[in-house]
């Protein structure tokens, strides 16, 4: 209990010399803590720190995931797309820059798995770096994994549903593509996939990038989608704008394609 996960994790979230290697340290210092804490044998005890030692190893080997603050735009850019890949499988670790893209927004993420995670601080990451004026960089990379951009489309259409209800009434897969209304959802969409598609609908640069989403697996529910938030009664005038800008940039992309 005196173990706050809110204050064990902040240095990675405040910090920026804050690295991989201290975040494995101090979760293993957490975990020795733990096990000098509890009564166990000898033996379990040995069978613990053996466990430790080689999950030190494994996440000191993991590279993808990883994106230090220090790293140039042009390697986070390919850290992001590769994210939205693939590539490693199992064996990723969120640290450095990633973290701090959800860390205000964990109580939202109830029914998040790891590739929902990984997939949404990709997605801020993305359009942190276009907002910041690299956005040659992130259309380089996109282009060099072209199969990484559908991923978008299929977020914003089946993203998980949000909410701080750990344990939901009725709640079933299928719901991931249900539309949601409640701020929290809009709030975690804008900061993270509409933000980047925004960005990426909106510069002449980005046009071969439109053509390859256009002919995505789940470009047509992409569309659905934000016919779906474009249209809403309660949306804003601006808000709307924004995303009738966005449809009408897809459908033409579609159309040059048809």
Known sequence: PSMSSERYFSPALTDPSYTLQDSVSAQEKLVNQIANSVSMSEGKRQELHSAVKSMR?????????????HYSPEEKAWKYVQLLTDEGGRMRVMAGEPPTFYHDVRSFMAYFD????????????????????????????FMEKQHAID???FWLYSCPYITDEIKMKGYTPT????PQYHPQYVYIMCKGPLRLLYQL?????????????????HFKD?????????????????????LMMIIMMSRKCRGREE
């Open 175 to 178: 719901m991931r593509k249900k």
């Open 57 to 69: 190893e494994k996440m000191m080997s993991s590279d993808i995931g990883r994106v230090e603050f």
């Open 151 to 153: 991923s978008i489309s």
């Open 114 to 141: 790891a590739k929902d995670i990984e997939w949404f601080a990709a997605f801020c990451g993305l359009a942190k770096l276009t907002g910041d004026g690299h956005l040659d960089y992130v259309v380089e990379k």
């Open 222 to 242: 992409l569309v659905e989608r934000l016919d779906d938030l474009a249209y809403r009664p309660r949306a804003k005038h601006q808000q709307r704008g924004g």
């Open 201 to 217: 609908c909106s510069s002449p640069l980005c046009s071969p990038l439109r053509k390859i989403l256009s002919r995505g697996r």
